[in-house]
């Protein structure tokens, strides 16, 4: 689907427009629709022909699978790891919390019996933000541990934060796990 590598949508000017109702309207959906991003060869590895249905996204030259593959880090890495995350009892069938920690910050947590939590911090906004998350679970201990990062995160998976005053990158996610509920 692309959403593992972090595909964008194409911009398509409108003769490159195939579908019917995407040029009667002049909404397109065929911008998400383009060749998936194998290699950095021509046509991203997904033909050999000299020309596909709709153009490759400029962006294949290093969003593809190939380069991600090698990188230290890479959405297709990180997209991996959280499909494993999803493999954990805990992710499954631990309670669910939601949290609004600031206007641009959402978190979530799953918890279960086994004295662990699980917290999702999200920054959707353009801001750094200073996390605390004790101030939304006091049982929690003083320590959390980056279990995964995003790409965009100041923090690496393995790194040791403090619950109570962490910071957030603008478009940045972390995986923190604690031992106590």
């Known amino acids: 689907m692309g ?7 194409t911009y398509l000017r409108y003769d490159q ?9 002049g909404i397109s959906r065929e911008t998400v629709r383009t060749p998936f991003q194998w290699d950095c060869s ?12 709709l153009p490759v996204n ?9 380069f991600e593959q090698n990188a230290r880090r890479s959405h297709l890495k990180i997209f991996k790891e959280i499909v494993n ?7 499954r069938t631990g309670d669910v919390q939601f949290y609004e920690l600031s206007e641009y910050v959402f978190a ?17 906004g353009s801001e750094l933000e200073n996390i605390n998350l004790r ?4 049982r929690l201990s003083s320590k959390v541990t980056v279990k995964i990062s995003s790409l965009f995160a100041e923090q690496n998976n393995g790194d ?13 996610a972390l995986v923190l796990e604690s031992s106590f509920y």
């Not at 101030?135 to 006091?138: E, L």
């Open 3 to 9: 959403d593992e590598l972090g595909m964008t949508d």
């Open 17 to 25: 427009l195939i579908d019917y109702m995407s040029k009667s309207i």
């Open 42 to 53: 021509p046509q991203a590895g997904f033909s050999n022909k000299t020309k596909t249905w």
């Open 58 to 66: 400029p962006n294949y030259v290093t969003l593809n699978v190939e």
């Open 85 to 91: 995350l999803r493999q954990l009892e805990i992710f």
């Open 108 to 124: 979530f947590s799953r918890s279960n019996k086994f004295l662990k939590t699980y917290f999702i911090v999200i920054n959707l």
């Open 135 to 138: 101030k939304f679970k006091k």
């Open 160 to 172: 040791v934060v403090s619950a109570k005053s962490f910071t957030l990158r603008p478009s940045a």
